[in-house]
């Protein structure tokens, strides 16, 4: 059964070794992950499915699983040489995934035994009590919107066999040029981008969001809504009430923290 399920961001200034003095401009958003750790505490999950942009090494038309029995979490990429944390892979459920999608989907196994930001910036925060919780990391494909919805209903059909407690984490951030002065440049759309999907997200329609204007998109540069299709595909059928924790754009780039709170 799902027990938790959220769309969190990846900053790595989110990290207080990598953010310093920097992490203050995010305090809503530390604050939110802070209570979503709580919930999933609380969920007391035998599995956390972490869903990333940035895990699929391969980055091209598969979904990746990532079978490396042990996953290390550091941010030495980012100047940090302190953070080290290490989680256990639930690699039985991994190869269920597999198997029961690569009819469906291209869909290939890696082993990385380092992961990627995307996966790690949320695993840091929401494992804090977790550490010996068993991960199952997802990498989504360069495939179309509806195949990643497709692709989390099949993972739930899994998640039903398995009798397990499943938390689900989609990482993603919204869009990369709501500044003028973000990294990617500006768009005088990405703004528009933000507000719809989080009007999607609270009216719950995938529909809409699968209808989206393929510019606006474009125009956004936002690396999580291929992460965020996966997680209401899985979820999609189950009573669910959408509760956004926090929403921050100190640095140019849309950062959503929700919580989908599963009945
Ligand atoms: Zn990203």
Do not use: W
């Not at 804090?128 to 692709?151: C, M, N, P, W």
Request: net charge negative.
């Amino acid at each position: 059964m799902i027990t938790f399920a959220c769309f969190v961001p990846h900053s790595p200034i989110l990290i207080p070794e990598v953010g310093k003095e920097n992490l203050d401009k995010l305090k809503d958003t530390v604050k939110a992950y802070k209570n979503l750790e709580e919930d999933l505490y609380s969920a007391k999950p035998d599995i956390i499915i972490i869903i990333s942009p940035h895990a699929n090494s391969q980055a091209g038309q598969f979904f990746t699983i990532n079978q490396s029995p042990y996953f290390n979490l550091n941010f030495k990429k980012f100047g940090d040489l302190v953070t080290k944390v290490q989680l256990v892979n639930e690699i039985g459920f991994g190869y269920k995934i597999k198997e029961s999608c690569e009819d469906f989907f291209p869909i290939i196994l890696t082993a990385d035994q380092e992961l990627d930001y995307g996966s790690g910036v949320p695993l840091f925060y929401l494992t804090e009590h977790l550490r010996q919780t068993k991960i199952v990391s997802i990498g989504y494909a360069d495939l179309s919107y509806s195949d990643h919805v497709k692709f989390g209903q099949l993972i739930r059909k899994q998640i039903n066999l398995s009798g397990q407690r499943v938390a689900i984490i989609a990482s993603g951030d919204l869009s990369h040029k709501l500044h003028k002065d973000s990294p990617a440049g500006y768009s005088d759309r990405a703004q528009e981008f933000d507000q719809t999907i989080m009007k999607l997200i609270q009216e719950k329609d995938i529909d809409k969001i699968l209808d989206l204007d393929q510019e606006l998109i474009k125009e956004s540069g936002a690396c999580g809504l291929r992460s965020l299709l996966i997680l209401l595909g899985i979820i999609k059928e189950l009573n669910y009430q959408p509760v956004q924790l926090s929403y921050q754009s100190p640095f140019g780039i849309g950062y959503l923290v929700e919580n989908f709170e599963v009945k």
